[in-house]
């Protein structure tokens, strides 16, 4: 489908929207929004965010004087509009794939993405970190931050509104409502109120009267101050961003420009001082059908058909492994009722929204607050429940401290289910699940297994739910199981206990998680070149199998681990071990394999395995390597 965008064609930076009258820009938006639709359709990724925002993106590029005026998406999913229209165009058609750009906002990919997110409210507290330092130097630029309302559960969030509330430095936050969760339906009355309070005429006024007021008793400076915030209240519902400092001005109807770039210009020019919100309603999904009626909006879509909207999803052999966990807790939950599931603004993402319909009063959604998900479950735990906390692992980083404090240090028994362990694909290295093992794995009490497939995970959330004194914690990956048969009940392992898969000489592989398929792939080939060696699965990255390590190691003369972690993980476990009972004097070669101590950006991740060096491939490699069995390897390698 070819569309026409003879507008966009001009269009290569925001400085070239500068000459357009309002009635272009109107068009521009159009043209930019079907350039959108065309690209993600091509690639998936984000669409129904960034269809939202692109009367705002055009808005902000047009008033605002970017790149030295700092605009900061929160997450950056909604960024693709804003790529477009700076610079990234003719490589939008590689969005998300290996060399392409990124699908967040990223520093080193443009000087107009002054920030890198793909995590939720980070988006204030950097942008006043650029206020602040505009101050410092003595410019007047202006930091811009875009924050979506689910973004504004997030914790930190709160805490950068409360710090920016007390300065004077020249922050703008634009509050994206896209759900109706804050404010009223958007009328005319509330779009002229707020192009009112923002007008330069208003502010004077304000100012005069607050110079005058500063003359009369306190007690009628105070009367007179509450008078005006809690009409504008009334009217506007800013009364509590009023009592947090900021210039409330809202709610403005975000896909209409005649009221939006008024309001924004007002903003730019103020002479007061002190931090502005910016209260803006859009439709996420706007402007595609199939979208506006799809529950999620369109949230994130693999590639699609941009007439039906029918997105192109590969045929499932197996389950995956998200839809295996919700249906094992579910299971578990039917047998006991003091199972309780927690998520943090992720129910689809990580099956929750299955076991809510199971259990609706047994199911919390928190939003997106992560800190608050595990100390809440640490809660529910003291009064005997059995809270399953399942987030992302890399989501998880987020309340690292109250898993120490409150989960950890109390011994409290809650299970920390971490989806999409591993590398991630297409959403790069600000999803990939690549340090639990090693945050987890340095806290005294904690348990973690690391399923090496779908009917392991069923064992893991049994298991998980059999351990009462202390917490735990299971990772697994995103995407399809093996097709294994899960009719049978989970069984609960034997803590620190791993497993022998098969027998051979020489070497052994100790596998931890889903890199168990690719070791007896690397088994099968060995074989076939007359090596035969010991592949086991650990089960448990903590505690380990100390007894098979050691088996392991004083029988064979090569012991590689590999696992889908950062350094510092599950090898580094096996290290202590071999170091305490002194199997390193023995002359045992050890191979850890792990992720590479630095950053992979996005691709499939078949292909991020093989660039980390976690593949069949690399195993074989290795452990001829070691054998000195060269000729064998330069073979292989070749």
Same mark, same amino acid.
């Given at each position: 489908?070819?569309i026409?965008?003879?507008?966009?064609?001009?269009?290569n930076f925001?400085?070239?929207?500068?000459?357009?009258?309002?009635?272009q820009?109107k068009?521009?938006?159009?043209?930019?929004?079907?350039e959108t639709?065309s690209?993600?359709s091509?690639?998936?990724?984000?669409?129904g965010?960034?269809?939202?925002?692109?009367?705002?993106?055009?808005a902000?590029?047009?008033?605002?004087?970017?790149?030295?005026?700092?605009?900061?998406?929160?997450?950056?999913?909604?960024?693709?509009?804003h790529?477009?229209?700076?610079?990234?165009?003719?490589?939008?058609?590689?969005?998300?794939?290996?060399?392409?750009?990124s699908?967040?906002?990223?520093r080193?990919?443009?000087?107009?993405?002054?920030?890198?997110?793909?995590?939720?409210?980070t988006?204030?507290?950097?942008?006043?970190?650029?206020?602040v330092?505009h101050?410092?130097?003595?410019?007047k630029?202006?930091?811009?931050?875009?924050?979506?309302?689910?973004?504004?559960?997030s914790?930190?969030?709160?805490?950068?509104?409360?710090?920016?509330?007390?300065?004077?430095?020249?922050?703008?936050v634009?509050?994206?409502?896209?759900?109706?969760?804050i404010?009223?339906?958007v009328g005319?009355?509330?779009?002229?109120?707020?192009?009112?309070?923002?007008?330069?005429?208003?502010q004077s006024?304000r100012?005069?009267?607050?110079?005058?007021?500063?003359?009369?008793?306190?007690?009628?400076?105070?009367?007179?101050?509450?008078?005006e915030?809690y009409?504008?209240?009334m009217v506007a519902g800013?009364?509590?961003?009023?009592?947090?400092?900021?210039?409330?001005?809202?709610?403005?109807?975000?896909?209409?420009?005649?009221?939006?770039?008024?309001?924004?210009?007002?903003?730019?020019?103020?002479?007061?001082?002190g931090?502005?919100?910016?209260?803006?309603?859009?439709?996420?999904?706007?402007?595609?059908?199939?979208a506006?009626?799809?529950?999620?909006?369109y949230?994130?879509?693999?590639?699609?058909d941009?007439?039906t909207?029918?997105?192109?999803?590969?045929?499932?052999?197996?389950?995956?492994?998200t839809?295996?966990?919700?249906d094992?807790?579910?299971e578990?939950?039917?047998?006991d009722e003091?199972?309780v599931?927690?998520?943090?603004?992720m129910?689809?993402?990580t099956?929750?929204d299955?076991?809510?319909?199971v259990?609706?009063?047994?199911?919390?959604?928190?939003?997106?607050?992560?800190q608050?998900?595990?100390?809440?479950?640490?809660?529910l735990?003291?009064?005997?429940?059995?809270?399953?906390?399942?987030?992302?692992?890399?989501?998880?980083?987020?309340?690292?401290?109250?898993?120490?404090h409150?989960v950890?240090?109390?011994?409290l028994?809650v299970?920390?289910?971490?989806?999409?362990?591993?590398?991630v694909?297409?959403?790069?290295?600000?999803?990939?699940?690549c340090?639990?093992?090693?945050?987890?794995?340095c806290l005294?009490?904690?348990?973690i297994? *690391?399923p090496?497939?779908?009917l &392991? %995970?069923?064992?893991?959330? @049994?298991t =998980?739910? +059999?351990?009462?004194?202390a $917490?735990s914690a299971f990772?697994?990956?995103?995407?399809e199981?093996?097709?294994?048969?899960?009719?049978?009940?989970?069984?609960?392992l034997?803590?620190?206990?791993?497993?022998?898969i098969?027998?051979?000489?020489?070497v052994?592989?100790?596998s931890?998680?889903?890199?168990?398929?690719e070791?007896?792939? *690397?088994?099968?080939?060995?074989? &076939? %070149?007359g090596?035969?060696? @010991?592949? =086991?699965? +650990?089960?448990?990255?903590? $505690?380990v199998?100390e007894?098979?390590?050691?088996?392991?190691?004083?029988?064979?003369?090569?012991?590689?681990?590999?696992?889908?972690g950062?350094?510092?993980?599950?090898?580094?476990?096996?290290t202590?071990?071999?170091?305490?009972?002194?199997l390193?004097?023995?002359?045992?070669?050890?191979?850890?394999?792990y992720?590479?101590?630095?950053?992979?950006?996005?691709?499939v991740?078949?292909?991020q395995?093989?660039?980390?060096?976690?593949?069949?491939h690399?195993?074989?490699?290795?452990?001829?390597q070691a054998?000195?069995?060269?000729q064998?390897?330069?073979?292989?390698?070749?």
């Amino acid at each position: 489908m070819v569309i026409q965008t003879p507008l966009l064609d001009h269009v290569n930076f925001p400085r070239d929207l500068k000459s357009f009258e309002i009635e272009q820009l109107k068009q521009l938006a159009d043209e930019l929004r079907q350039e959108t639709i065309s690209v993600v359709s091509q690639t998936g990724g984000h669409l129904g965010a960034s269809l939202g925002v692109v009367e705002l993106t055009v808005a902000l590029h047009y008033v605002f004087n970017t790149p030295e005026d700092k605009l900061i998406w929160d997450v950056g999913h909604q960024a693709y509009p804003h790529k477009i229209l700076t610079g990234r165009r003719a490589q939008m058609p590689y969005l998300r794939q290996k060399d392409g750009p990124s699908g967040f906002t990223k520093r080193s990919e443009s000087n107009y993405d002054p920030f890198g997110a793909a995590h939720a409210g980070t988006s204030i507290s950097a942008a006043l970190g650029f206020a602040v330092a505009h101050d410092m130097h003595g410019k007047k630029n202006h930091a811009i931050a875009v924050i979506g309302d689910g973004s504004m559960s997030s914790g930190m969030a709160y805490e950068a509104l409360n710090n920016a509330g007390a300065m004077k430095s020249r922050l703008i936050v634009i509050l994206n409502d896209n759900d109706m969760s804050i404010a009223p339906p958007v009328g005319a009355m509330s779009n002229y109120f707020s192009r009112l309070i923002s007008s330069r005429p208003y502010q004077s006024l304000r100012t005069m009267a607050k110079e005058v007021v500063s003359h009369l008793p306190k007690s009628l400076e105070t009367a007179a101050k509450r008078v005006e915030e809690y009409a504008r209240g009334m009217v506007a519902g800013g009364t509590w961003f009023e009592e947090m400092g900021f210039f409330y001005v809202g709610p403005i109807d975000g896909h209409n420009l005649d009221h939006l770039i008024p309001v924004l210009q007002n903003m730019r020019d103020r002479v007061e001082e002190g931090p502005v919100l910016i209260h803006v309603v859009t439709q996420k999904g706007r402007g595609y059908a199939p979208a506006e009626a799809a529950a999620d909006k369109y949230h994130g879509v693999v590639k699609f058909d941009v007439s039906t909207g029918q997105q192109h999803k590969a045929q499932a052999i197996a389950p995956s492994y998200t839809k295996v966990y919700a249906d094992s807790l579910i299971e578990v939950a039917r047998q006991d009722e003091k199972v309780v599931a927690i998520t943090a603004a992720m129910p689809a993402g990580t099956g929750l929204d299955l076991f809510a319909k199971v259990f609706p009063d047994r199911c919390f959604d928190v939003g997106i607050a992560e800190q608050h998900a595990v100390t809440f479950a640490a809660g529910l735990a003291c009064e005997g429940l059995k809270p399953f906390a399942t987030i992302y692992s890399t989501f998880l980083q987020r309340g690292f401290d109250q898993v120490v404090h409150d989960v950890m240090l109390q011994k409290l028994p809650v299970r920390f289910a971490m989806d999409r362990a591993g590398f991630v694909g297409a959403d790069g290295a600000t999803h990939a699940g690549c340090y639990d093992l090693a945050f987890l794995g340095c806290l005294p009490h904690m348990v973690i297994m *690391a399923p090496s497939d779908e009917l &392991e %995970l069923k064992h893991a959330v @049994t298991t =998980a739910h +059999a351990i009462d004194d202390a $917490p735990s914690a299971f990772r697994y990956p995103r995407g399809e199981g093996l097709g294994l048969d899960l009719s049978q009940p989970g069984q609960i392992l034997e803590i620190g206990k791993g497993r022998l898969i098969r027998e051979g000489n020489h070497v052994a592989i100790l596998s931890l998680g889903c890199r168990l398929p690719e070791a007896l792939k *690397a088994a099968d080939t060995l074989a &076939e %070149l007359g090596i035969h060696i @010991t592949v =086991a699965d +650990a089960r448990f990255a903590k $505690p380990v199998d100390e007894n098979l390590i050691c088996q392991l190691a004083k029988h064979h003369e090569i012991l590689l681990t590999i696992e889908s972690g950062s350094i510092g993980g599950f090898a580094a476990q096996v290290t202590d071990v071999l170091a305490k009972h002194w199997l390193f004097d023995t002359g045992l070669k050890f191979r850890p394999l792990y992720m590479p101590d630095r950053l992979l950006d996005h691709d499939v991740p078949s292909s991020q395995y093989e660039e980390a060096g976690l593949t069949a491939h690399h195993i074989i490699t290795t452990v001829l390597q070691a054998l000195g069995k060269e000729q064998l390897y330069l073979k292989i390698a070749t």
